[in-house]
């Protein structure tokens, strides 16, 4: 797929990064009709800028509840509760702009005959490999670590002076195909005035030491070698941050929440849409796909497409791309993963588990490679092999 020696980044973001915030947003209000109304159809966006947010979309549902209290909660939280962080979420203007699903997607989406079509057109794409123990690529699943230790710190007050917007980048180096080291980091991690120079102009060296050792190294761990470069705010500071330096929106972090850009993405985001929306649903039964294959041995690599057309209930294609580590053909796999998996909406749906209120979680570091999630399980491996043969 790549050239066996080379050097390859991914990145990622904390939970307070503002794109963050707002998938998080948008996913804890389809959490919220999801737990009164399994059935909603919810398609919701979120946008936010200094001292303002909106919500937004299309939401069909039975459930009641103040918008306005979800977001709150959501944004205290994470940390956005104090203007020190350029951001107060107590204080902050909401407004809320939602209507119905359109009648027009609905018609194809609920069948007269219980079936479900899907709710949109579209691609996606699910991958796994054998780089880690989580069958992910592992530069991502490096950047996801430390954007998580970074909260961590924060949260415990380890290191108190840590604010909640906060960015990751990992560069792997590939020998022969294999990630033998850690070439560069990069973290980003918005602070107080309390760990500035006194000049005004950067962060001190002592607290980039500390987030060197306290989130950096354990991480990293023996991939870190003496020719390892590791840059700590490279601006200098990074006082202003959140919401109060960059507008956030749902839906712009898709290669953080996937594969880092090591796999390639069909566009669609996940966060505030429902299980009837391909984008997610599907994305995430790719991964499933693909991660069973590997597991079962049948690929050290596997690359798994799905295409679907609005309101029709079977996938219009089934792309199986093991980049010629697979026991059997692609076209072979591609034919057994029609056989083994349920590829409709409700199939998929009812395969994972998807009308349950789980989707907050999902919104901050990485939909893929986390245990907690259906789509992650193994238990697909025997039936694959059975047929396989």
């Avoid at 057109?121 to 992910?136: D, I, K, P, S, V």
């Avoid at 789980?358 to 990485?366: M, S």
Wanted: net charge negative; charged share 20%.
């Amino acid at each position: 797929m790549y050239p066996k020696d080379m050097f390859f980044t991914s990145e990622s973001v904390t939970e307070g990064h503002p794109d963050k915030f707002c998938d998080q947003i948008s996913d804890a209000v389809l959490d919220e009709c999801l737990k009164v109304d399994p059935d909603s159809h919810v398609a919701c966006e979120t946008f936010v800028t200094m001292g303002l947010i909106i919500v937004g979309g299309e939401v069909t549902t039975n459930a009641l509840f103040d918008v306005a209290k979800v977001v709150r909660d959501v944004g205290n939280e994470i940390g956005y509760s104090a203007p020190m962080y350029g951001f107060d979420i107590n204080t902050a203007a909401i407004l809320r702009t939602i209507h119905a699903q359109s009648p027009d997607i609905n018609v194809g989406v609920a069948q007269a005959d219980g079936e479900i079509g899907a709710g949109d057109q579209g691609l996606m794409f699910g991958y796994a490999c054998n780089q880690t123990e989580e069958l992910m690529p592992l530069p991502i699943m490096l950047a996801h670590k430390l954007a998580m230790k970074l909260t961590e710190v924060r949260k415990t007050r380890r290191l108190p002076y840590l604010g909640p917007d906060g960015k990751t980048q990992v560069t792997v180096e590939y020998r022969d195909g294999k990630p033998v080291r850690v070439d560069y980091v990069v973290i980003a991690s918005q602070h107080t005035s309390d760990v500035v120079t006194p000049d005004g102009k950067y962060m001190t060296e002592a607290a980039k030491k500390d987030i060197i050792d306290t989130v950096v190294m354990p991480v990293m761990g023996d991939l870190v070698d003496q020719q390892t470069k590791i840059t700590v705010n490279g601006t200098g500071k990074f006082l202003v941050g959140g919401p109060q330096a960059d507008t956030g929106l749902t839906g712009r972090k898709i290669i953080v929440d996937t594969y880092g850009g090591w796999a390639v993405h069909g566009g669609g985001a996940f966060s505030g849409k429902d299980a009837t929306k391909v984008d997610r649903s599907a994305g995430y039964m790719a991964r499933y796909v693909a991660k069973n294959i590997v597991a079962a041995g049948l690929a050290n690599e596997c690359l798994v497409q799905l295409g679907y057309c609005i309101g029709l209930v079977d996938p219009v294609s089934v792309m199986v791309n093991t980049y010629d580590t697979g026991t059997l053909s692609d076209s072979a796999l591609s034919a057994l993963v029609r056989q083994v998996f349920p590829l409709s909406p409700r199939g998929i749906i009812d395969h994972l588990q998807l009308k349950q209120p789980i989707y907050r979680k999902t919104a901050a570091y990485g939909h893929f490679g986390r245990p907690e999630f259906a789509w992650e399980r193994l238990d697909a491996t025997d039936e694959l092999l059975a047929k396989a043969k």
